[in-house]
């Protein structure tokens, strides 16, 4: 827990999952390099589900999947959707077996360790996985609840977990979580701004900013990036006329791509994005990063302010 009270989102999902699988047929799989350095004493490996490599711990996963067992693979995101994105297209998702992975340090949160560590292309990659659902919690709350609708997902999906802490939960939230939904965390008829993940929190900054220039700017949390909530989306466009969508990734293909394929094909507006350009990122704290690649609340706005002045009417 950091001085505002906010949870690293992997330990609390660890503990939750944890205290959840007592008496399931859960089973976590991790490579032993992950179980050791990242996860101790936060989940209860077993000494059949550590692999020596993250290949052969997602082989693991769709081995014990196969067998009846409910397995989560659990990662580093570059070893996740990096190292191991054939095996997981070709073992898990071809075969449709519902194995649950989670990936975390997603963002900017460990740049620090140097390019190698980070991977910022992780979603668009799983979003163009036929068959695979992609979530991104902006919340503990939203993460619990993945543990939740994990009993119930008969098909592969894909969580990256934020290595920054999060907020517990976001009040006054607009329906409660369900794979394919969203959240509206802030209702206004100016600007619709969609965020996943870290962003949520700088796009509800920004929306307090763009209500001193009177713009009333709706925020969305759009914490399922496939399949996507359209309907939202389009609930919220057709009252504002202009969208901006903020993300800590690669502007290609991700949280931007669903929300320009939604808007493209159904009901077009100006549209902006916050997010990573077509670059890979370079070292330094989180702090440094995000001002660097233009990732905080004045770029919301700044972007925010564009659409609005070009806005459908």
């Not at 297209?89 to 963002?107: H, K």
Request: net charge negative; glycine share 8%.
């Amino acid at each position: 827990m950091n001085a505002d009270g906010n949870l690293s989102v992997l330990s609390a999902f660890c503990a939750a999952l944890s205290e959840r699988a007592a008496g399931k047929d859960f089973i976590f799989v991790a490579s032993e390099e992950t179980a050791e350095k990242e996860l101790k004493d936060l989940l209860p490996f077993s000494s059949e589900a550590l692999s020596p490599s993250i290949e052969g711990a997602v082989m693991s996963a769709a081995g014990f999947a196969l067998a009846g067992r409910r397995p989560w693979l659990i990662g580093r995101i570059a070893d996740i959707a990096g190292r191991c994105y054939s095996r997981i297209r070709e073992a898990i998702v071809q075969t449709g077996l519902p194995v649950r992975i989670v990936s975390f340090d997603g963002g900017i949160s460990c740049v620090h360790e140097g390019a190698s560590s980070q991977m910022l292309e992780d979603i668009a990659l799983m979003r163009a996985m036929p068959r695979m659902n992609v979530i991104v919690p902006a919340d503990e709350e939203t993460a619990m609840r993945v543990i939740e609708a994990g009993d119930e997902i008969s098909r592969p999906f894909y969580m990256r977990l934020d290595g920054a802490a999060l907020p517990q939960k976001y009040e006054n939230a607009s329906e409660p979580f369900h794979i394919g939904g969203a959240r509206i965390l802030r209702g206004g008829g100016g600007v619709t701004i969609c965020a996943c993940g870290a962003m949520v929190a700088r796009a509800l900054k920004a929306a307090e900013r763009l209500e001193m220039q009177n713009i009333n700017a709706e925020v969305i949390d759009c914490y399922s990036l496939k399949p996507f909530a359209e309907n939202v989306l389009l609930s919220s466009v057709r009252r504002t006329g202009c969208c901006v969508a903020a993300s800590e990734e690669n502007a290609f293909g991700g949280l931007f791509g669903a929300v320009a394929e939604c808007l493209g094909r159904t009901y077009p507006v100006p549209l902006r994005s916050v997010a990573v350009g077509d670059e890979f990122v370079n070292s330094g704290t989180q702090e440094e990063l995000c001002e660097y690649y233009g990732l905080t609340w004045k770029e919301i706005v700044d972007a925010a302010a564009q659409v609005w002045a070009l806005r459908r009417r």
